[in-house]
């Protein structure tokens, strides 16, 4: 398998443009699924998460073609309702493709989606929202099977607002005509990106921007041309590798207010920012970094995703910062990755206490998730020395082409197959 080699040493410095997001990407690629015409994406990157997507639809009868950043998905032939194990267990997302098809065959199998290296991530809250648009949910070995003799709008309230099933069950109640309420649904801007989509299809969606979603659904929806939002992990992914190098990068092509409780967050340990339409110039400073307590919370709140990112930055402040994390449990793998590289971090169940340290050195590490992945690459870029890191396909699953846009600001990674390359 893939890995990492990086010298650390080298500040970030240029231009970075910021790829198309994949938590938006993902579900409008499985809009696709809610209409037998042409559905054209621009701006999809070209991810793992995204490769399997484009697998997924094409064993459910898509013809897909992908070329140059866009996906292009027509009918091929007869749609199917039932998904193979083999490519549900690749990513936890295929759980998605349950709404359209549920709306387009009042039936669908899907096998569980199992365990995920975060934790527990139940789709219980995607099925009690199936049950009230009129569906029955079963689990029959190992897949969980829906049906209904007919579905009808309702007005649901999630328990928890879960990203994955506020798009699953908007996604469901486009097709069905009349009007269907999310309460407590996500707000993170991805929704919003979706809901675009699905109003182009012909549907009628309306965020308050509460956490209440209207969904007027129609009895057919139409193909679309869409270009995706800006990913706003990756966005702030850069600006902290920016900040940890203290570098002079300017991260181009995001959407600033996407990213606002890190823009905060930074300015306030101390790195200057230049915040413009559609771009964030991360600035060199010399003054020591300032410790922070962070605590992750749906959006607008700390993205959960950025958290380790975030941890490797606070590992070299001048002080003693504590990181939250309120969304997932097992979220601190990346940990005991970064003590190898010489940080002082304790964890304690859901708080991570950061001791700031003069410097970190090179190390041999592996990554446990795709954002804790990214976290340890940042610190390779900041430590004295060679570091190596291990299962970069989790990197690959949320960043396109990391070592590229790396290299181009100044950094040294090579990626290298130890199993194929010599050195």
Same mark, same amino acid.
């Given at each position: ?208 921007? $509460?956490?209440?979603?209207? @969904?007027? +659904?129609? #009895?057919? *929806?139409? &193909? ?7 990913? %706003? ?115 304690? $169940?859901?708080?991570?206490? @950061?001791? +700031?340290? #003069?410097? *970190?050195? &090179? ?7 795709? %954002? ?52």
């Amino acid at each position: 398998m893939d890995r990492f080699l990086v010298e650390g040493g080298h500040k970030l410095k240029g231009s970075v443009q910021i790829s198309g997001s994949k938590n938006a990407c993902l579900p409008i690629l499985v809009a696709s699924l809610l209409t037998d015409e042409p559905f054209i994406l621009h701006r999809v990157p070209n991810l793992r998460d995204v490769r399997t997507t484009l697998k997924i639809l094409t064993a459910l009868g898509k013809k897909v073609t992908y070329e140059n950043g866009t996906a292009t998905i027509v009918a091929d032939g007869q749609l199917k309702n039932t998904l193979p194990y083999e490519l549900v267990k690749q990513m936890r997302a295929s759980f998605w493709v349950a709404g359209p098809l549920l709306a387009r065959f009042k039936s669908a199998t899907i096998p569980l989606p199992g365990g995920c290296a975060l934790g527990a991530r139940p789709v219980d809250i995607h099925l009690k929202g199936f049950e009230r648009l009129g569906a029955t949910c079963a689990t029959e070995q190992g897949n969980v099977v829906l049906s209904a003799q007919t579905l009808q709008p309702a007005k649901i309230t999630l328990r928890f607002p879960s990203v994955g099933a506020t798009q699953n069950l908007m996604m469901c109640a486009a097709l069905i005509v009349g009007e269907t309420v999310l309460e407590n649904m996500a707000k993170e801007p991805e929704i919003d990106d979706v809901a675009a989509v699905l109003t182009h299809m012909g549907a009628e969606v309306f965020n308050d921007g $509460k956490g209440r979603l209207v @969904i007027r +659904g129609q #009895k057919q *929806l139409h &193909g679309v041309e869409h270009t995706v939002v800006a990913d %706003r992990i990756e966005s702030g992914s850069y600006m902290l590798a920016a900040a940890a190098t203290r570098g002079d990068v300017r991260v181009e092509g995001c959407v600033p207010e996407h990213n606002g409780i890190l823009l905060e967050c930074l300015q306030e340990v101390g790195v200057p920012l230049e915040i413009g339409k559609d771009y964030v110039h991360v600035k060199p400073y010399d003054t020591p970094l300032k410790p922070l307590r962070i605590k992750t919370a749906p959006y607008p709140g700390f993205a959960t995703d950025l958290q380790a990112p975030w941890m490797t930055l606070m590992t070299l402040a001048n002080g003693a910062s504590e990181v939250d994390e309120d969304i997932f449990e097992n979220r601190f793998m990346h940990a005991p990755e970064l003590v190898r590289m010489g940080a002082d971090i304790v964890t304690e $169940k859901s708080v991570a206490r @950061i001791t +700031g340290v #003069k410097s *970190l050195s &090179g190390a041999h590490v592996m990554a446990s998730d795709l %954002r804790g992945g990214f976290a340890l690459l940042m610190a390779g870029l900041c430590a004295s020395g060679m570091t190596e890191i291990e299962r970069v396909y989790h990197i690959d699953r949320g960043y396109e082409n990391p070592e590229g846009k790396l290299n181009a600001l100044g950094a040294k990674v090579t990626r290298y197959n130890p199993d194929k390359d010599d050195f």
